[in-house]
């Protein structure tokens, strides 16, 4: 049993065995009373704290010079310490607003925040993709985009796009199909503009309408399936 916990320079078949139950145990119980939140929730001190305990629980099945006692000691000392972290963040707002950070607003009245989300590293790609995830797959539709501190994006549609069906008003259902990018950060998708059979000019006279009198002071701009064009102008 001595192997099991001290360092040792060759570890028996029998004490690898043992060390292997041990280390199952501390997985169990670590994983246990870890907070409960789910995936998407935790903090970049959870991933932190489980990418240390992950490499800590097995080195000593890896290395029979690694004592096993120091193993465990230094796992309760980081098990506490991430402890107390989620404990002080519950109890106090300004420290939760520390380990968590802070929400960003990456499209408020129907406009897209460049500022915000050149700050958060948050690409248009992933907006629209985060959207496309909470059904949400025109940009039109959305007054309110939020950046969670999860990682994720919470979507609030504007008051005329709130969930009616067509059915509920004995209407035809509308064309479908996700929309098409005209222009990204000032670049526009000639590609797309010529899928839809528009060309240079008339890109320009529908962006003229929202105050875009230069292509470059477009953060983004779209158009749907109905041809209603979306655009944001850069801040």
Not at 50 to 61: H, T, V, Y
Not at 201 to 230: H, P, R
Request: proline share 3%; with cysteine.
């Amino acid at each position: 049993m001595e192997g099991v916990w001290n360092s040792v320079e060759k570890l028996s078949t029998t004490g690898f065995i043992l060390r292997t139950l041990l280390v199952g145990i501390i997985l169990y119980i670590a994983s246990r009373y870890l907070p409960r939140r789910s995936g998407g929730q935790y903090a970049g001190y959870d991933f932190t704290f489980f990418w240390m305990m992950g490499g800590l629980i097995a080195s000593p099945l890896f290395d029979s010079k690694i004592s096993f006692t120091n193993t465990i000691i230094a796992i309760v000392t980081i098990y506490l310490a991430h402890y107390l972290i989620s404990h002080l963040a519950v109890k106090s707002r300004l420290f939760a607003r520390v380990v968590f950070g802070k929400e960003e607003v990456l499209v408020e009245g129907g406009q897209i925040k460049k500022k915000n989300m050149l700050k958060s590293l948050f690409p248009i790609e992933m907006l629209l993709a985060q959207m496309r995830e909470v059904n949400v797959f025109n940009i039109n539709e959305v007054n309110t985009a939020v950046l969670e501190t999860s990682g994720r994006v919470s979507v609030q549609k504007k008051p005329d796009h709130l969930p009616v069906t067509s059915a509920d008003l004995n209407l035809p259902a509308a064309g479908g199909g996700l929309p098409t990018t005209l222009v990204n950060d000032g670049k526009i998708i000639e590609e797309n503009l010529h899928q839809i059979g528009h060309d240079m000019e008339w890109l320009k006279g529908q962006l003229q309408k929202f105050g875009a009198m230069d292509i470059k002071k477009v953060y983004f701009a779209s158009i749907d399936s109905e041809g209603k064009i979306y655009c944001s102008l850069s801040e």
